[in-house]
């Protein structure tokens, strides 16, 4: 960031309250699906962690607000890189594609991309997924479709088809849970910005996009209700050998 010209003082993002349980349980124990479910719409919107998560405070930001927002912009870009560039118009298939032909353009760039290449095994990781994906997701296919995992799966589906839920499948479980969240999440939503000219939107001071853009009011006993299902399914997935969360 100094031979760019600018001040940066490196972040201890420990200080940072990550998305988890302040009480350190095992995420795969009875005692976690009894609290917690899976931890997806009992933690989304815990008020606790949100509290812990505003500790954080980074050391650069006082920098950061004295830059022209010019300049800010050429800061963001030092650190983090540019990022690909997408076509609006671009289908699902074709973003899948332009991930495998270039997957470099969807890792860390910039100052910090450098720096996590330097100091981790990123890049490694990186080199053998392009070298050796297809095998990888050869070996993959092969696990799921060893007797073993198969039989363990079928006995979930057949166990929990008798506590009266209708999956094929685990991930099946999942993809119910997250479109309730998503179903949840998206009811209420309302475009903050929509029907303000270019004009007007730049003239909000940035206190007023971050309440414009706090999200939408969530229906507390809808969200409880979802609350008790998830518990609910957990207890019957953990009942029924299932402890991946």
């Not at 997806?40 to 830059?67: C, K, R, V």
């Not at 022209?68 to 973003?95: N, V």
Request: glycine share 10%; with cysteine.
């Amino acid at each position: 960031m100094a031979a760019q010209g600018f001040e940066y003082v490196p972040v201890d993002y420990g200080q940072m309250t990550f998305f988890g349980p302040g009480d350190g349980l095992d995420p795969t124990s009875l005692e976690f699906a009894e609290q917690y479910g899976f931890g997806w719409s009992t933690m989304m919107f815990d008020e606790g962690f949100e509290e812990e998560a505003g500790d954080f405070h980074d050391p650069n930001q006082e920098y950061i607000e004295s830059l022209s927002e010019g300049a800010q912009e050429a800061y963001y870009e030092a650190l983090y890189g540019s990022g690909p560039e997408f076509d609006a118009s671009m289908t699902e298939e074709e973003m899948d594609q332009l991930f495998e032909d270039n997957p470099e353009l969807f890792g860390p760039s910039g100052c910090e991309g450098e720096a996590w290449e330097e100091s981790s095994s990123f890049g490694g990781a990186q080199q053998i997924w392009m070298e050796f994906g297809d095998q990888l997701d050869d070996l993959y296919e092969r696990v799921q479709a060893d007797p073993r995992i198969v039989e363990v799966e079928r006995s979930w589906v057949e166990c929990m088809g008798g506590k009266g839920h209708a999956f094929s499948s685990m991930d099946d479980m999942y993809m119910a849970l997250d479109q309730r969240m998503q179903e949840l999440w998206n009811s209420d939503y309302v475009d903050p910005l929509a029907g303000m000219t270019d004009e007007e939107i730049d003239a909000l001071a940035d206190e007023q996009l971050d309440d414009l853009f706090s999200g939408p009011d969530i229906d507390e006993e809808v969200l409880a209700e979802i609350n008790a299902w998830e518990i609910s399914l957990a207890l019957d997935s953990f009942d029924c050998g299932g402890t991946e969360q």
